[in-house]
T-cell receptor, first 111, second 113 residues
Framework: GQQVMQIPQYQHVQEGEDFTTYCNSS?????IQWYKQRPGGHPVFLIQ?????EVKKQKRLTFQFGEAKKNSSLHITATQTTDVGTYFC???????????FGGGTRLMVKP | GAGVSQSPSNKVTEKGKDVELRCDPISGHTALYWYRQSLGQGLEFLIY????????KSGLPSDRFSAERTGESVSTLTIQRTQQEDSAVYLC???????????FGQGTRLTVV
């Protein structure tokens, strides 16, 4: 079945440093979504990428979808303590009937 | 409703008892998902409902787990003869279609003692 792997599992950064999490799927995806889960909270949708090679930005966050639509990345520039949480990617298969989450990357930011 | 609602928010049960968890999706959302999240872990897919189609039950870990959804309304996840390893947060999510963003409920924290 479809598998979505995410690395790293954990990342500690100093406030102001950059952060990147990578997502790889075992199969070609239709779409990829990114979610953020704050400690003690539930996942909240950030963005969806649909097109091959697509790049989208939200303030300090840059999301990229690979050319082969099998990988994606989330890059945060100049992290802040408010960025703390776990970032999940979630891939939708081509049949559109499965939303598979990666294992998440837990980001910790030292002030 | 304004968002996905789950109840109860917390449930403590004795090993061997049955539990029923409820999810009220956002009105009009055809897709509904159940996930399980153990402490500090990722989201484990359990089951997926899409409209009136047969649900995708491929993630249910054992035959003690079952779920129902009538049309595009409320869903219930039932765990029979609970075990300690069932302790986790059970998250429900709904989306307008299969390819749009999923909205999560606050989850039900299940503790089996």
């Amino acid at each position: 079945g479809q598998q979505v792997m995410q690395i790293p599992q954990y990342q500690h950064v100093q406030e102001g440093e950059d952060f990147t999490t990578y997502c790889n799927s075992s199969t070609t995806l239709s779409n990829i979504q990114w979610y953020k889960q704050r400690p003690g909270g539930h996942p909240v949708f950030l963005i969806q990428l649909v097109k091959s090679g697509e790049v989208k930005k939200q303030k300090r966050l840059t999301f990229q979808f690979g050319e082969a639509k099998k990988n994606s990345s989330l890059h945060i520039t100049a992290t802040q303590t408010t960025d703390v949480g776990t970032y999940f990617c979630a891939g939708i298969n081509n049949a559109g009937n499965m939303l598979t989450f990666g294992g998440g990357t837990r980001l910790m930011v030292k002030p | 409703g304004a968002g996905v609602s789950q109840s109860p928010s917390n449930k403590v049960t004795e090993k061997g008892k049955d539990v029923e968890l409820r999810c009220d999706p956002i009105s009009g959302h055809t897709a509904l998902y159940w996930y399980r999240q153990s402490l500090g872990q990722g989201l484990e897919f359990l089951i997926y409902f899409q409209g009136n189609s047969a649900p995708d039950k491929s993630g249910l870990p054992s035959d003690r787990f079952s779920a129902e959804r009538t049309g595009e309304s409320v869903s219930t996840l039932t765990i029979q003869r609970t075990q300690q390893e069932d302790s986790a947060v059970y998250l429900c999510a709904s989306s307008f279609t299969r390819r749009t963003e999923a909205f999560f409920g606050q989850g039900t924290r299940l503790t089996v003692v």
